[in-house]
């Protein structure tokens, strides 16, 4: 499977503080991205980093790629109560073509406290 | 504000009796997928529509059927919901399937299905 794998499958920290997920991949990849999903907004895009990036920032968030390791990370800095969500790896399906197929990896369950 | 709209967001169906969850987007994007989330999972893609060309994954029960009448509207068909069916079904929408370039994909907040 090409499926992005994220680790660890919980976090739980205090608001205020960052929080580190990571994911890796099996195959080689153009781009990767990072959704997060909520019960209030449901799944949303957050970040797109291609293959030759090796980091990029939004806000509060810094994500880097390392194709040679297959592996990503994403940062998200002085954590907040609304940041208490599941964020999702996202990778291309490899073989389909222009399908704009994306493959979710099983996702990292985030609580920030109050 | 452009968006992708699922309704309803809670749906109850009895063992069996054909369901049918609803989107529309007004992104006026081409392509169209369906997906289905069980609780702690992750989405899985059920099918997409590619403008009217539909594509079906290898490993979608043939029970999920989808309809798609205009580039507003994308339907998802369940002919006899089993128990195994109850799930979370995202509608999402991108403007282009181009992979490598690497197309965002917009997602509706979900229609929460429970078989009865």
């Known amino acids: 499977s090409q499926q992005g794998e994220e680790d660890p499958q919980a976090l739980s920290i205090q608001e205020g503080e960052n929080a580190t997920m990571n994911c890796s991949y099996k195959?080689?990849?153009?781009?990767l991205q990072w959704y997060r999903q909520n019960s209030g907004r449901g799944l949303v895009h957050l970040i797109l980093?291609?293959?030759?990036?090796r980091e990029k920032h939004s806000g509060r968030l810094r994500v880097t790629l390392d194709t040679s390791k297959k592996s990503s990370s994403l940062l998200i800095t002085a954590s907040r109560a609304a940041d208490t969500a599941s964020y999702f790896c996202?990778?291309?399906?490899?073989?389909?073509?222009?399908?704009?197929?994306?493959?979710f990896g099983q996702g990292t369950t985030l609580q920030v406290k109050p | 504000d452009a968006m992708v709209i699922q309704n309803p967001r809670y749906q109850v169906t009895q063992f069996g009796k054909p369901v049918t969850l609803s989107c529309s987007q007004t992104?006026?994007?081409?392509?169209m997928y369906w997906y289905q989330q069980k609780s702690s999972q992750a989405p899985k893609l059920l099918f997409h529509?590619?403008?009217?060309?539909?594509?079906n994954e290898a490993d979608t029960p043939d029970n999920f059927q989808s309809r798609r009448p205009n580039t507003s509207f994308c339907f998802l068909d369940i002919r006899s919901p089993g128990l195994g069916d109850a799930a979370m079904y995202l509608c999402?929408?991108?403007?282009?399937?181009?992979?490598?370039?690497?197309?965002?994909?917009?997602f509706g907040p979900g229609t929460r299905l429970l078989v009865l």
């Open positions: 999402a929408t991108s403007r282009m399937r181009a992979t490598d370039a690497g197309e965002t994909q917009y």
């Open positions: 195959t080689s990849i153009n781009n």
């Open positions: 980093i291609r293959s030759n990036e």
């Open positions: 996202v990778v291309p399906k490899r073989g389909s073509g222009n399908t704009g197929k994306l493959i």
């Open positions: 992104l006026n994007h081409n392509v």
């Open positions: 529509y590619y403008d009217k060309d539909f594509n």
